[in-house]
């Protein structure tokens, strides 16, 4: 008999028990409670934050943050899962859940103090505190090194003056970790996290409109004007850009993994629109060309799938570069919106239409290959580390 065709290597027999335990019950949370609810908030760029509590109580905040912060414990290819089945479900759904771990949770945990941690992790694992990361600005994307955003030395602590952009989870989140910089007498100015609360005077959050990708998701605004924020709210750990950049590679591993749900999600749906689409005298799947397509699909998924495990064992192992974390996000995204394309091309009209998953997570994915580096921006780093030249600036 043909192997399961949504995994064709058998990648499953290298998963632990636990790690397919993992994934099974978060893929039921997606199906039960998530997918019959999507359609909705995507037509109105909402986010269903009533699932918030079902989702810290799967573990999917901070599941690899050790449980005395609260966090589930959980090894990283268990993590990947999760990313994975959530963005079977839609990318919005797995950027929340990414941003709180990967971008929120993790600088607390590897740059905060102990006091922030043990204040802020087991209420952002729990969900009742919201997270968000504020590193892009209206200028500077891919190059956040050059940001405008000051902090300026006060009495007793700092103030904060500038403006992000782009920031998913901004106008719901309880807590934004900023980056900004910290001016200095000497000139030699340091990018700092600040750990910013909703309620600081000064400090507002306007939602952004209009976007055709991650509808299911806030992004927003973060505008930060002679807001202050106590000394204690700086994150004692770090004072480089390797602060942010190092929180980057924990969200990129996950989005390698989540991908290759969306890219599921689509193919699955093309197999079976392929197998019962009759046009001239036949289903369509029965036509050299469509299979070509769907081969292809499946050849690409079967790549990836193998890639992400792969990062996984690496990370934790402790080996893991952050240039492999860019070839893996750089090629499970890029291939995930290829395969978007073609299972939207398969299903003809029906391919436009939220009757079917295919073009949401299309649109989606156009989003995914943009933020955390764009496709580009890894390639170049790549480019960087084979070639030991910058092709940067
Ligand atoms: C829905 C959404 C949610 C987001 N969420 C967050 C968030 O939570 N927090 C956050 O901080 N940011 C977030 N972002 C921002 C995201 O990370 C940035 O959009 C991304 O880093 C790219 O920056 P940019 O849009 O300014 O593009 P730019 O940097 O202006 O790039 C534009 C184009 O130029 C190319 N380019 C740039 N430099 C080079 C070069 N040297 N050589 C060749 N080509 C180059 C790029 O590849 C790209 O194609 C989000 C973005 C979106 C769309």
């Known amino acids: 008999m043909a192997p399961s065709s949504s995994d064709y290597f058998a990648v499953d027999e ?35 934050t009533e699932l918030t509590p079902k989702l810290a109580a799967l573990g999917c905040f901070g599941p690899t943050v050790p449980t005395e912060y609260g966090g589930a414990g959980l090894d990283s290819i268990s993590y990947g899962l999760m990313c994975q089945e959530l963005e079977r479900g839609d990318s919005g759904l797995r950027s929340f859940a990414s941003v709180q771990s990967s971008l929120v949770m993790y600088p607390i945990l590897a740059f905060g103090s102990e006091d922030q941690k043990r204040h802020w992790l087991p209420q952002l694992a729990r969900g009742e505190a919201i997270g968000c990361f504020g590193l892009t600005e209206p200028d500077y994307g891919s190059n956040p090194g050059g940001m405008i955003m000051r902090a300026r030395p006060a009495d007793g602590g700092f103030v904060l003056n500038g403006t992000k952009r782009w920031i998913t989870n901004g106008s719901i989140a309880d807590v934004a970790v900023v980056w900004a910089k910290l001016e200095s007498d000497d000139g030699r100015d340091q990018i700092r996290g600040f750990l910013v609360e909703k309620e600081r005077p000064g400090f507002s959050r306007p939602l952004m409109h209009g976007k055709w990708s991650l509808r299911a998701s806030i992004t927003s605004e973060l505008i930060f004007e002679d807001c202050f924020v106590p000394a204690e709210n700086v994150l004692p750990g770090v004072a480089s850009l390797r602060g942010p950049l190092s929180c980057l590679t924990q969200a990129r591993f996950g989005i390698s993994w989540g991908a290759i749900g969306a890219a599921l999600s689509c193919y699955e749906c093309a197999l079976d629109y392929a197998r019962s689409r009759t046009v001239f005298s036949r289903p369509i799947g029965g036509y050299q060309l469509v299979q070509a397509k769907l081969v292809h699909m499946l050849n690409e998924i079967t790549k990836a799938q193998l890639l992400a495990w792969r990062l996984g064992t690496l990370k934790d192992a402790g080996t893991m570069r952050s240039e492999q974390v860019s070839l893996a996000k750089m090629n499970n995204v890029s291939t995930a919106l290829g395969i978007a394309r073609l299972a939207r091309d398969i299903l003809g009209a029906n391919g436009i239409s939220d009757d079917y998953p295919v073009i949401r997570h299309m649109l989606n994915l156009e989003t995914v290959n943009t933020y955390e580096g764009t496709e580009d921006i890894h390639r170049l780093t790549l480019g960087r580390d084979i070639t030991g030249l910058s092709a940067f600036e």
């Open 14 to 48: 290298l998963l632990s028990p636990e790690q397919r335990q993992v994934r099974a019950s978060v893929r039921r949370f997606v199906d039960d409670a998530f997918l019959p609810r999507v359609r909705t908030h995507f037509a109105a760029a909402t986010f269903p």
